[in-house]
């Protein structure tokens, strides 16, 4: 007897956690980040042996490659995987299609819709025919084997990719075979359904949920994470990068700012964080501080306008190639870019502006500013003779080319030294 009770004490946790559902909510672009905090869940769910892993999953695409790391977690894992694609009105599209196709059980909410997986080039245009067609093909192959194993609709699937098709909840749960598993009109009404439901899994064994009174365990991102992909979207990306850049730029205008520095240092810290999670164009991130740096040289450098239109040159190509990816959600926002360079312009502009109107000024101190002054020959000067003459309120010695009695009005003309060179006024 007590061997059965400390069996069934070590047993317990097991028994708990098999009546566990973890829940997530992938509300984002499909990028390392992401694919990071699904893994993790899956990852949590297995090692506390938990009945099911839910994800809910709106989604308008994202990178290839995490697409692939999170497929592959989930046909491997232990735990059964559910996507459920809501609330409604919501969306899986593109790379969030493929990973709806992958799962164990696949849902979605009414007024929702999956599919339109083909592949587009880095701008959002169509690519050259042959790269489409290996592009397109491969997806298609990757989509058909995966729906093959799953027991869903081979055809769709390649549709989904070659011809770009979408479908709605209803298309996809008719279809012979279904695309989907079944509708839902909420995550607790998938889990009600979910009830005594037998799943085939990847690997040919089947197993039966049990959800009616299973605990439910909701997973969120890691602060960390939250960061990341909250700043993860090349746009905001793009304009921390330009603010950190600009800010250090006036603080090396304006040394003792301070402001200007600290948002600057700020701006580019948190732009670096974002960068490493996004596919960089290393090209067009140097394209970038080149053209920066040429701007701020045509600050100390004369050059007539040539390094600040090598400058704007550098920014525009360098901001088209700083993001590398076919999928178009995560691509730089043309106008964003247009705006940005125009202003990086316009202040460059200002502060040349500033800087040749300070070359043009005429001194008013120091011997410089002496030359052009009237003053008043206090001996007489023959010519090439040194005299002394007030000036500024100053004496000094004085030599003329032609003879200048005392008390005469006078024009420095030259300083040489001590010495000014004057003429008759």
């Known amino acids: 007897m007590k061997l059965l009770r400390v069996l069934l004490f070590a047993l317990w946790p097991v028994a708990a956690n098999a009546q566990t559902i973890y829940t997530a909510e992938v509300d984002s672009i499909i990028h390392p980040v992401s694919a990071q905090f699904m893994i993790e869940t899956i990852e949590r769910a297995d090692a506390e042996n938990a009945a099911l892993v839910l994800f809910t999953l709106r989604t308008p695409g994202g990178l290839v490659d995490s697409t692939r790391d999170i497929v592959t977690r989930m046909i491997s894992a232990r735990t059964p995987v559910v996507v459920y694609v809501g609330p409604s009105g919501s969306r899986a599209a593109s790379a969030g299609f493929i990973i709806a196709l992958a799962a164990d059980v696949t849902a979605m909410a009414p007024g929702t819709h999956i599919g339109a997986a083909h592949p587009v080039s880095g701008g959002g245009a169509a690519m050259d025919e042959t790269t489409s067609k290996k592009a397109a093909e491969d997806m298609a192959a990757y989509a058909r084997t995966i729906a093959a194993k799953r027991g869903r609709n081979v055809p769709l699937a390649e549709q989904a990719v070659l011809a770009s098709k979408a479908f709605t909840e209803e298309e996809a749960v008719k279809a012979t075979p279904p695309l989907v598993d079944l509708i839902a009109t909420s995550r607790d009404d998938l889990i009600e359904k979910l009830d005594g439901r037998t799943v085939r899994r990847f690997d040919g064994r089947t197993t039966t949920l049990r959800t009616s009174s299973a605990r439910i365990v909701a997973v969120e991102m890691t602060l960390r994470q939250r960061i990341l992909s909250s700043i993860a979207h090349p746009n905001i990306a793009y304009i921390l990068l330009s603010l950190g850049t600009l800010g250090l730029t006036i603080e090396l205008w304006s040394p003792g700012a301070v402001l200007p520095g600290v948002v600057g240092g700020l701006s580019l810290l948190l732009a670096f964080f974002a960068l490493q999670v996004l596919p960089i164009n290393y090209a067009g991130l140097m394209l970038m501080l080149f053209g920066l740096l040429l701007l701020m040289l045509e600050l100390k450098v004369t050059s007539y306008g040539l390094l600040t239109v090598g400058g704007v040159v550098s920014l525009i190509f360098g901001s088209l190639m700083l993001v590398d990816t076919p999928v178009p959600e995560l691509q730089l926002n043309v106008g964003l870019v247009v705006s940005v360079v125009v202003g990086f312009t316009a202040i460059a502009g200002f502060l040349v502006r500033l800087a040749v109107a300070s070359q043009k000024t005429v001194p008013i101190t120091g011997a410089e500013g002496l030359v052009g002054e009237a003053g008043e020959a206090l001996t007489p000067m023959a010519a090439g003779a040194v005299g ?33 060179t004057v003429r008759k006024e």
């Open 388 to 420: 002394r003459l007030r000036v500024h309120g100053e004496v000094w010695n004085a030599t003329a080319n032609e003879p200048i009695g005392s008390g005469d009005r006078v024009v420095v003309t030259r300083v040489n030294g001590l010495t000014l």
